[in-house]
């Protein structure tokens, strides 16, 4: 296994996040709370630190799938809450990051409001909030809101899911064809 990297997003409820990134292969640990960045982006905004092997699994990817399971493209009135952000570790990732984002920007039809911000503080959120949607997949939030973006990644990057979390909630019953 090569050298565990990571990277911190942002864009939505932090339960869909952590959810959407803990059934993807090559992702060593997800941890669901709230990141500030600096300057006016010192707010906390819930968001997730994702733990990575780049070898099974890039920077690109996860910015690609970050990108099309959130509200990417939109500036609504809940941005401080949910900042759109990827939250970079050092120079050299904030300038990979910056230029995936310039790339992919062809994929939408509007303009992308993610931001890229240096990482500054992560606070964890309490244990029975964590792994929200492996511990409850059928509640009624889960299904409203996590199954369709686990649909979107089973359609759209369906080889980078980890067979296990699929195994998971194949067995639970959990349709997420839709």
Not at 84 to 92: D, I, K, L
Request: hydrophobic share 35%.
């Amino acid at each position: 296994m090569s050298k565990i990297e990571r990277v911190g997003l942002g864009g939505g409820c932090h339960w869909c996040t952590e959810g959407v990134f803990q059934s993807l292969v090559g992702i060593a640990k997800v941890e669901q709370g709230w990141i500030a960045s600096t300057g006016d982006q010192s707010t906390e905004s819930e968001a997730i630190i994702v733990h990575f092997d780049p070898a099974v699994i890039d920077l690109k990817s996860l910015v690609e799938i970050h990108l099309h399971t959130h509200a990417s493209t939109a500036n609504h009135s809940m941005r401080a809450k949910y900042r759109s952000a990827v939250y970079t570790f050092g120079p050299n990732q904030e300038q990979e990051v910056k230029d995936i984002i310039k790339e992919l920007q062809k994929d939408f039809d509007k303009p992308l409001v993610t931001q890229v911000l240096p990482f500054d503080t992560f606070r964890l959120n309490q244990a029975d909030q964590l792994n929200y949607f492996y511990n409850r997949p059928d509640s009624s939030f889960c299904t409203t809101y996590i199954h369709p973006k686990l649909s979107l990644l089973m359609r759209e990057f369906g080889s980078r899911l980890n067979p296990d979390k699929m195994d998971y909630l194949t067995s639970k019953s959990i349709n997420l064809h839709s």
